[in-house]
Every structure is written in C-alpha cells, then in structure tokens.
C-alpha cells in the first residue's frame, strides 16, 4: 500500500486545534493499525522557534534529535505515542534557506529561482521525504496559519500541486473551521465556514472533509447548510464541540465517523479500532478520585502554552495516580522572601520552572528555599534545577554569593556556569545543548525509584551546566547527585535524600511524557504531592 497523505488546514481564525484535530485522527488511525506520523508545515520566516521569545510562540519542543520544533509535535508525540524527528517540523525560513543554499551551489543550473516552482518543490519535497522515510501507511500534514494568510499561500499551492504528483486517490484535504454562535440572534452563523472553504478553493484546494469546531451541536439544517454551500457530502460535515479535555476529543470524533470517512476515501485497510487503553485514560483523567494543587513558579506564566509540555505531563501523572493535579500559577517577578509563604500556601508540590536569563531568579530561589525547608515535595526542570543549586550553595553550604554566571559573570563562586563548548559561539539559534542524552541513574535515590533502572535518556536544551570545577561543595554538605551524563560527567538530577521529595534535573522530562507512557519523575513526584496532601 502507497502512502496516503492528509493535509488538515485552518479557516476562519487561528487557535481552533488543528494540531488536536490532526493528533486526534493520528490516534484513531494508529488504533486501527495502521502506521500513522505527522508534520507540521509553519510559515514563519524563523528557520526554528529556537530563538523565540516563550510570549511569542509558546513552548519549543525539543525532539530526540534535537530539533526545536512548534509546540504541536508535543501534542502529536502525545497522543500517537511516536517520537517525531527534525523531518516532522519545516518552516518557511527552513524551506528558503535549502532553497538559496542549492542557489549558491549552482543546483538550478542558471535559472531563475521563484516560488514556483521551486520554493513549492522543495515543500514538496519535505512532505514526501518524512513519507518515505519511516515507510508509513499515513502522513498527516497540518499546515500552519489560517487559510487567506499571505504566508501561507506557497503551502497551499505545494499541497495543490502535490495531490496530482502523487495521484488524488492518495491524497485527502481536511478543512478546520468555525460556526460561531451569535447570542444577540440565539443562531449558529454557517457564513464565515463558507467563505473559508471559498478562498480556500480559490486557491484550488477543494476539501474532502470539514471539521467544524462549534460551542454548540450543529442540528441536521446547519449541516445540510454547511455540505451544500461547500460542495462536500452531509457525512462530510464533522461536529468538534468543546470537550473536557482534549483528551476526549479522540473519541469524540470517533463518534462523528471521521476516521471511518478517511478510511473510506483513502480506501485503507484497518481492523476494527482498539481504544481500550484510551478509554480508560481518558475516564481516569475526568473523573479522578482526588484533587491536588501545585505551584507553577516560572517567568512566563501569563501565557500557559510556554510551558505546555508541563502541563500535559501533569496531566498524564495524575490519570496514573488518580488525582487531578490542579496548577497555582505563580509569577516568579512577583515572589520574594516577604510573600513566599503567602503565595506557596496550601499547595502540596512546588515545580520551579525552566527559562533563560536574570529576571525573576530571585522568586525562583525563595520558593526553592521554601520547599526545602517547609519540606513540600519539589521539582525542579532545567533553570529550576540550577535555582535549586544556587539556594543550596548560599543556604546549606554557606556560599552567600553563589550565583550563576548567566546572572553575574562576576560572582566569586559560579557554581553554574556555562558550559566549555558554549563559550564562544556567536550565532544562537540551534546552538544549545539539544536532544536526548544519556544519564546514568545512582541507585536507592528518588531518580532510581522514580525510573525503576539506572540507564535512561532524556532531551536536553540549555547552556550552563553545574560546575564541575567546584560542585564537591555540594556534595560535601549532603547534595546528592543521582543522575549524571556517562560521557561528560556532567550532573544530570540533583537531590535531597532528608526530604520528602526533592529533585533537580537538568534536562526536559516533560518532553517525553505520553498518553500511554507518562513520565517516570512526574509520576513521582504527584504521587508525593498526593501523599503530601494526606490521600496515601
């Protein structure tokens, strides 16, 4: 069987979730079989998000490869269970950059270059590569923006061009849109999907199926409206209403039969889909026996999706523990040894947050300081590790002025500092210590528990590092370091082992934590926060 491609745009408005709506169809796919991946085609002129401010784009997700890719890889690495790759991931900076680097090569032999053809070749070619690269039944295609975007229109094209290169019966094209309801006029409003799937087609892209996102149940009228103004079959017509979670939405649109219509369009073989696992996570997620709090102290809480990779390990660590794991949003910038106390009060877990630069540090290291001394279970990821050092070297270990030298390049005692082959790079983006590394984890400590083996791999994306030069400190006043990397002796996770549950790490676990496969140290450390607030 050839492989099927499916390409998912968005209409209307941005934020409506294709990227859920693509994973979701990833899972009832793989559920049935078949071999599912999907890429995520982003028009921003970046090469990579790597180099974003978190208000700006949210999250990076890391892969194992060391990609920094769109927040949406983690959402498809979630709910299909896969690892995606650098191949998953293309943006317009990445397409015009192969595209002038073949220029200056003399690989158009003296022709002039131009969008067509060869900026919509070279999307092609990413899309065709990734589909030949795993020897997968399906590859999902989300297209990034909303449709009418002057940006987005070379994807547009490409996808136009590439369901003839590889024959329409191999193609499917899904249109995401809205139908708003108007409460002064008591209606659902069909106008703006019309007009959407209108430009849209006026690009020649016609859509095989529309996924409309709706408030409200969409009646037999409104979809008979919908399928005869936009040219598709009533059955065509998918409701995606507002779940519980996004959890749900798997099974929701199991519901609507779009698997089923895909299925049936790209003339697929399947067996009958096996859910049961999903079923039960997805019961364990919305109706938890418990509930508990705990605080999320970073610099940009404001915008959640910065730390969206969190938010859904949290998630999934509680289905396994059976709580529902409700999150206290705490601005580090507003946090101080004066109103720590106040702030932190109640919660039964304290995660300090990952980051870059100064700002804020300070809060970071009065809630560090109250975990370890009121003995509230703490996690600390990446920046938070490195806080979690710093308060022990000034706190235990008596080095008032310990810092980092990201914070004070001038500080007598640089007890994280940056790391030997980072010091002279000038260009930033993609430069980082980045993808998955190897830790060897020291046994009877939280990690080893936590991870049940004393090997393990993780995804990394920072600088600076424990300095090796001077961390015997650490250790010589009780500081365990229970993970480090085998091939560089760097320290990896940080503990204290006369504590409930103290742990520093310097990589992401968060990045590789599963619908199927929660992560081992989130798992933990809710279990402990669940003890902590007295249900164990």
Same mark, same amino acid.
């Given at each position: 069987?050839?492989?099927?491609?499916?390409?998912?745009?968005?209409?209307?408005?941005?934020?409506?979730?294709?990227?859920?709506?693509?994973?979701?169809?990833?899972?009832?796919?793989?559920?049935?079989?078949?071999?599912?991946?999907?890429?995520?085609?982003?028009?921003?002129?970046?090469?990579?998000?790597?180099?974003?401010?978190?208000?700006?784009?949210?999250?990076?997700?890391?892969?194992?490869?060391?990609?920094?890719?769109?927040?949406?890889?983690?959402?498809?690495?979630?709910?299909?269970?896969?690892?995606?790759?650098?191949?998953?991931?293309?943006?317009?900076?990445?397409?015009?950059?192969?595209?002038?680097?073949?220029?200056?090569?003399?690989?158009?032999?003296?022709?002039?270059?131009?969008?067509?053809?060869?900026?919509?070749?070279?999307?092609?070619?990413?899309?065709?590569?990734?589909?030949?690269?795993?020897?997968?039944?399906?590859?999902?295609?989300?297209?990034?923006?909303?449709?009418?975007?002057?940006?987005?229109?070379?994807?547009?094209?490409?996808?136009?061009?590439?369901?003839?290169?590889?024959?329409?019966?191999?193609?499917?094209?899904?249109?995401?849109?809205?139908?708003?309801?108007?409460?002064?006029?008591?209606?659902?409003?069909?106008?703006?999907?019309?007009?959407?799937?209108?430009?849209?087609?006026?690009?020649?892209?016609?859509?095989?199926?529309?996924?409309?996102?709706?408030?409200?149940?969409?009646?037999?009228?409104?979809?008979?409206?919908?399928?005869?103004?936009?040219?598709?079959?009533?059955?065509?017509?998918?409701?995606?209403?507002?779940?519980?979670?996004?959890?749900?939405?798997?099974?929701?649109?199991?519901?609507?039969?779009?698997?089923?219509?895909?299925?049936?369009?790209?003339?697929?073989?399947?067996?009958?889909?096996?859910?049961?696992?999903?079923?039960?996570?997805?019961?364990?997620?919305?109706?938890?026996?418990?509930?508990?709090?705990?605080?999320?102290?970073?610099?940009?809480?404001?915008?959640?999706?910065?730390?969206?990779?969190?938010?859904?390990?949290?998630?999934?660590?509680?289905?396994?523990?059976?709580?529902?794991?409700?999150?206290?949003?705490?601005?580090?910038?507003?946090?101080?040894?004066? #109103?720590?106390?106040?702030? *932190?009060?109640?919660?039964?877990? %304290?995660?300090?947050? =990952?980051? $870059?630069? @100064?700002?804020?540090?300070?809060?970071?290291?009065?809630?560090?300081?109250?975990?370890?001394?009121?003995?509230?279970?703490?996690?600390?990821?990446?920046?938070?590790?490195?806080?979690?050092?710093?308060?022990?070297?000034?706190?235990?270990?008596?080095?008032?002025?310990?810092?980092?030298?990201?914070?004070?390049?001038?500080?007598?005692?640089?007890?994280?500092?940056?790391?030997?082959?980072?010091?002279?790079?000038?260009?930033?983006?993609?430069?980082?210590?980045?993808?998955?590394?190897?830790?060897?984890?020291?046994?009877?400590?939280?990690?080893?528990?936590?991870?049940?083996?004393?090997?393990?791999?993780?995804?990394?994306?920072?600088?600076?590092?424990?300095?090796?030069?001077?961390?015997?400190?650490?250790?010589?006043?009780?500081?365990?370091?229970?993970?480090? #990397?085998?091939?560089?002796? *760097?320290?990896?996770?940080?503990? %204290?082992?006369?504590? =409930?549950? $103290?742990? @520093?790490?310097?990589?992401?676990?968060?990045?590789?934590?599963?619908?199927?496969?929660?992560?081992?140290?989130?798992?933990?450390?809710?279990?402990?926060?669940?003890?902590?607030?007295?249900?164990?």
């Amino acid at each position: 069987m050839s492989t099927k491609y499916i390409f998912v745009t968005g209409g209307v408005t941005s934020s409506l979730g294709k990227g859920i709506i693509c994973a979701s169809l990833g899972r009832l796919l793989v559920a049935r079989g078949l071999k599912v991946t999907v890429q995520k085609l982003d028009p921003y002129i970046n090469v990579d998000p790597g180099t974003m401010n978190p208000y700006e784009h949210g999250e990076v997700f890391v892969t194992d490869d060391g990609a920094e890719t769109d927040l949406d890889l983690g959402h498809y690495e979630r709910f299909l269970d896969i690892r995606t790759t650098q191949t998953n991931n293309v943006t317009t900076g990445r397409v015009y950059y192969d595209v002038i680097n073949k220029e200056r090569k003399g690989a158009y032999l003296g022709k002039t270059v131009q969008v067509i053809p060869h900026i919509t070749d070279e999307i092609q070619s990413h899309v065709l590569k990734l589909g030949q690269s795993g020897n997968y039944d399906v590859v999902i295609v989300e297209i990034g923006g909303t449709v009418g975007d002057i940006e987005s229109l070379p994807y547009i094209e490409a996808v136009r061009q590439l369901r003839y290169n590889v024959g329409r019966a191999n193609t499917l094209s899904i249109h995401l849109t809205l139908i708003p309801y108007l409460s002064a006029a008591g209606e659902l409003k069909t106008k703006p999907t019309q007009h959407s799937v209108k430009t849209l087609s006026e690009s020649g892209l016609q859509p095989d199926i529309l996924v409309c996102r709706t408030e409200y149940p969409l009646d037999e009228s409104i979809r008979g409206k919908v399928a005869r103004f936009c040219n598709v079959d009533l059955e065509d017509v998918i409701e995606s209403i507002d779940a519980r979670s996004i959890y749900e939405v798997p099974l929701l649109m199991q519901k609507e039969g779009l698997d089923t219509r895909v299925i049936e369009k790209l003339k697929l073989e399947t067996h009958q889909p096996d859910l049961d696992q999903w079923i039960q996570f997805v019961d364990a997620v919305c109706n938890p026996s418990h509930e508990i709090e705990i605080a999320l102290v970073g610099k940009y809480v404001e915008h959640h999706d910065s730390y969206k990779s969190i938010v859904e390990a949290f998630v999934h660590a509680g289905a396994m523990n059976d709580v529902k794991v409700s999150i206290r949003w705490i601005q580090s910038d507003n946090l101080d040894t004066n #109103n720590v106390a106040q702030a *932190l009060s109640g919660v039964q877990g %304290i995660l300090v947050a =990952p980051g $870059f630069g @100064g700002r804020g540090i300070e809060g970071k290291l009065s809630a560090v300081q109250y975990a370890r001394e009121q003995k509230i279970p703490f996690f600390g990821i990446c920046l938070g590790m490195q806080c979690a050092v710093i308060e022990y070297a000034r706190n235990v270990c008596g080095l008032t002025e310990a810092n980092s030298t990201e914070f004070d390049e001038t500080t007598p005692h640089p007890i994280i500092d940056i790391m030997y082959d980072q010091k002279n790079i000038e260009n930033m983006g993609g430069t980082m210590r980045l993808g998955k590394y190897n830790c060897s984890v020291i046994p009877n400590t939280f990690a080893y528990h936590a991870y049940g083996t004393d090997q393990v791999q993780e995804r990394h994306r920072h600088r600076y590092e424990v300095n090796n030069e001077i961390r015997s400190v650490l250790s010589d006043n009780g500081l365990v370091f229970s993970g480090l #990397n085998p091939e560089r002796d *760097l320290v990896e996770i940080v503990e %204290i082992p006369q504590h =409930p549950w $103290f742990v @520093g790490v310097q990589f992401h676990p968060e990045l590789r934590s599963t619908a199927s496969n929660p992560q081992a140290l989130f798992v933990a450390f809710v279990k402990a926060a669940k003890k902590q607030a007295g249900f164990e």
